[in-house]
């Protein structure tokens, strides 16, 4: 909204010209969306225990621990991180931007899904929520929607194709079997980032060190200059998406000061599932989904784990973890929740160092 009402200015005043760079613009968004989670975050989670009274239920079959530790903690905290994200993305983005309104949408509409989970959860004082099929749906659904549009946006031969790291001007010309793929991803990464999300802060750093890498390869992907020099793929427009990676970093930082162990609120599915279907529908517009599973890699490790011990079971009924997602392994062995929770944060920024390498590796 400041670019649109004051970048026409900048003749009347040469400082409104510093609207016109995205990188000041990505600056103020961090610290924007910052702010107003911490000056927010006190209101809302006095409301949320306010509503919820006995918090969050606790899975009776988790680490013993976690009824100790963790019983009474409000959830929906995903609220928090929704209202600092749209706010800063709507007062620092280009709103004439199409590929801002499509992630901001479909961020927002994963987190309504998640925020319906988590009151049902509240409400009915059990750990099921939604139904797991009709939660799919509504995501399957709304991915559907979003690819569409940002298939019709982009440029050709891009459109209906899948990029491939490390190799430069490679395309795998997939038709309309991309709305699959794209689809995929999109669903994919959200629950991902849901199963990650199981102890305080875990999920949360991920997914700003994960934000902070496609702010980059936001701005470079929408940067004809930079993007020829890197040879990746020159995708018109998908700058602006660096300011809503970076609205998302600070909202994730400003979530973690009330998150960090031991939490004062979770964020639930309606901040995970969010923010998990912002990294997916970001991945799809820059066309890097498959640095996304590099990048997000502690996201997949965590999924696969889960895929894993369920198949085993069924099939042998022996389980190879002692408890899925893999996090909770790690406990059950004795771990420590925050040695856990920071093995897991370097393992997340080693990852993605690994997928910033895809961007010179050609």
């Not at 976690?66 to 929906?76: A, F, V």
């Not at 620092?92 to 479909?106: F, G, S």
């Not at 009709?134 to 050709?156: D, R, Y």
């Not at 784990?305 to 190879?320: D, E, P, W």
Request: proline letters at 4%.
């Amino acid at each position: 909204m400041l670019y649109n009402l004051l970048f026409p200015l900048a003749d009347q005043a040469g400082i409104f010209n510093l609207f016109k760079y995205l990188t000041f613009r990505t600056g103020g968004a961090v610290l924007t969306a910052l702010l107003i989670s911490f000056f927010a975050g006190p209101s809302v989670i006095r409301w949320l225990r306010r509503k919820q009274g006995r918090g969050q239920p606790i899975r009776t079959d988790g680490p013993e621990s976690h009824l100790l530790t963790k019983k009474g903690t409000p959830t929906m905290g995903g609220i928090l991180i929704l209202l600092a994200l749209s706010l800063s993305t709507l007062l620092w983005a280009d709103l004439t931007n199409p590929y801002v309104w499509i992630v901001l949408t479909v961020t927002l509409s994963y987190g309504l899904i998640g925020f319906a989970d988590d009151f049902l959860k509240v409400s009915k004082r059990n750990t099921k929520g939604l139904p797991g099929k009709l939660k799919l749906v509504g995501q399957i659904l709304i991915a559907i929607v979003a690819t569409t549009l940002i298939m019709a946006l982009s440029p050709e031969p891009l459109s209906h194709a899948l990029a491939l790291p490390f190799f430069k001007n490679v395309l795998l010309q997939l038709g309309w079997g991309y709305m699959v793929v794209a689809v995929f991803v999109m669903v994919g990464a959200s629950n991902s980032v849901n199963l990650t999300d199981g102890l305080d802060g875990l999920a949360t750093v991920p997914v700003m060190i994960a934000s902070g890498v496609f702010a980059l390869i936001a701005y470079l992907v929408g940067h004809a200059v930079f993007a020829n020099y890197l040879q990746i793929h020159h995708v018109p427009g998908t700058g602006e998406l660096a300011v809503f990676c970076g609205a998302l970093v600070g909202a994730g930082l400003g979530f973690l000061w009330f998150n960090a162990p031991p939490a004062t609120v979770f964020m639930g599915d309606t901040g995970s599932l969010a923010m998990g279907g912002a990294l997916g529908s970001m991945s799809v517009v820059t066309k890097h989904e498959i640095v996304l599973a590099i990048v997000g890699g502690l996201f997949v490790l965590e999924t696969v784990s889960v895929i894993v011990q369920v198949t085993s079971y069924k099939l042998t009924g022996k389980r190879v973890f002692r408890m899925a997602p893999l996090h909770h392994h790690f406990e059950k062995k004795g771990w420590a929740e925050p040695t856990v929770v920071i093995r897991f944060w370097i393992i997340s920024g080693i990852l993605a160092l690994v997928g910033l390498s895809t961007l010179k590796l050609r």
